[in-house]
């Protein structure tokens, strides 16, 4: 039996809701069911009565209820005090942050905070956007940073977990330019010479908010996508290599404008390529008794004033 599927388990039963909870704990609904079914097999006894609508707990589903918050919270306390013993464990915030975000913002991000906050001693754990939510919500950091845009929403209960935001990002396309610091290659195209296009693997979430910028767009863009990759950072490096347009985060590339390495692919009347997100701090409420590492509370601490003050 794993721990998840008692956290999704109580997300059912508070959701009263299959495909609510799916999206809670960042799981599609199929894999969300297959993990309750395991659950039932383990206990061996149904622990949801699917006969009925909303989602209803069995009476062994709700001794179950009540025993795994029992369990999930002793659990969390439990780590928490193995994570005491080291005094140096109290110092050190764990941070859970998207590829593209560890490389581009968290890097400069810290140096603003060391020169606002104070000395801060950091742990980035590098993931995909999906497994960087799945850390905060099994309790493995202390503080998610994500993008967020309202077309694509990180599914976090408000009732769980508290939010600030950081500051914002600007996603456009980008492209080499040529000897006379002109694009190599100009959007939008045309439907019989499309350009190559570097683009986001499948589900990658700069990928879909990239997808919705191209999809709002008031002219045709013609596209033939060469490349794909999960991160940003490898887009950027084939770009520069003039294989073709990519969309990227501004902070990943300033570098690169400022040197004329990259130019923008959009002429200056072709309006609607780009779009601005914002960057967001997500860290799990206190709950019962367990407090915060002294370290991580201080610092949201400050990320709320700084947010309270504008």
Same mark, same amino acid.
């Given at each position: 039996?794993?721990?998840?599927?008692?956290?999704?388990?109580? %997300?059912l039963?508070?959701?009263?809701?299959?495909?609510?909870?799916?999206q809670?704990?960042?799981?599609?609904?199929?894999?969300f069911?297959?993990?309750?079914?395991?659950?039932?097999?383990?206990?061996?006894?149904?622990?949801?009565d699917?006969s009925?609508?909303?989602?209803?707990?069995?009476?062994?589903?709700?001794?179950?209820? %009540?025993?795994?918050l029992?369990?999930?919270?002793?659990?969390? %306390?439990?780590?928490?005090?193995?994570?005491?013993?080291s005094?140096?464990?109290?110092?050190?915030?764990?941070?859970?942050?998207?590829?593209?975000?560890?490389f581009?913002?968290?890097?400069?991000?810290?140096? %603003?905070?060391?020169?606002?906050?104070?000395?801060?001693?950091?742990?980035?754990?590098?993931?995909?956007?999906?497994?960087?939510v799945?850390?905060?919500?099994e309790?493995?950091?202390?503080?998610?940073?994500?993008?967020h845009?309202?077309?694509?929403?990180?599914?976090?209960?408000?009732?769980?977990y508290?939010?600030?935001?950081?500051?914002?990002?600007?996603?456009a396309?980008?492209?080499?330019a040529?000897?006379?610091?002109?694009?190599?290659?100009?959007?939008p195209?045309?439907?019989?010479?499309?350009?190559?296009?570097?683009?986001?693997?499948?589900?990658?979430?700069?990928?879909?908010?990239?997808?919705?910028?191209?999809?709002?767009?008031?002219?045709?863009?013609?596209?033939?996508?060469?490349?794909?990759?999960?991160?940003?950072?490898g887009?950027k490096?084939?770009?520069?290599?003039?294989?073709?347009?990519?969309?990227?985060?501004?902070?990943?590339?300033?570098k690169?404008l400022?040197?004329?390495?990259?130019?923008?692919?959009?002429?200056?009347d072709?309006?609607? *390529?780009? *779009?601005?997100?914002?960057?967001?701090?997500?860290?799990?409420?206190?709950?019962?008794k367990?407090?915060?590492?002294?370290?991580?509370?201080?610092?949201?601490?400050?990320?709320?004033?700084?947010?309270?003050?504008?």
């Open positions: 039996m794993e721990t998840k599927w008692l956290e999704d388990f109580v %997300s039963a508070e959701t009263r809701s299959f495909s609510r909870s799916a809670l704990r960042h799981v599609t609904q199929p894999a069911s297959r993990r309750i079914q395991a659950l039932e097999a383990w206990a061996g006894t149904d622990l949801v699917r009925s609508y909303p989602t209803r707990l069995t009476p062994a589903g709700e001794t179950l209820y %009540s025993q795994s029992e369990m999930l919270q002793a659990l969390q %306390s439990t780590r928490a005090m193995l994570r005491g013993h005094s140096a464990g109290q110092d050190v915030i764990e941070f859970a942050v998207p590829h593209t975000l560890a581009t913002f968290f890097p400069a991000w810290v140096s %603003s905070l060391r020169e606002k906050f104070g000395p801060i001693k950091s742990r980035l754990i590098a993931l995909n956007v999906h497994d960087a799945m850390r905060l919500v309790g493995g950091c202390d503080v998610l940073i994500a993008y845009h309202a077309s694509q929403p990180l599914q976090l209960d408000a009732e769980r508290e939010m600030v935001t950081l500051g914002q990002e600007v996603l396309p980008y492209v080499k040529d000897a006379d610091g002109a694009p190599l290659f100009r959007l195209g045309r439907a019989g010479q499309p350009l190559p296009y570097l683009g986001y693997a499948p589900g990658a979430y700069l990928g879909r908010v990239t997808d919705l910028i191209l999809k709002q767009s008031g002219t045709a863009i013609h596209l033939d996508r060469v490349y794909e990759t999960d991160m940003a950072e887009l490096v084939m770009a520069l290599e003039g294989h073709g347009i990519a969309f990227l985060p501004l902070s990943a590339v300033k690169e400022r040197a004329r390495k990259l130019v923008s692919a959009a002429p200056p072709l309006k609607g *390529l780009d *779009l601005v997100m914002d960057v967001r701090a997500y860290r799990q409420k206190p709950l019962g367990e407090a915060p590492r002294r370290a991580a509370q201080a610092l949201w601490d400050f990320l709320q004033a700084q947010t309270r003050a504008g």
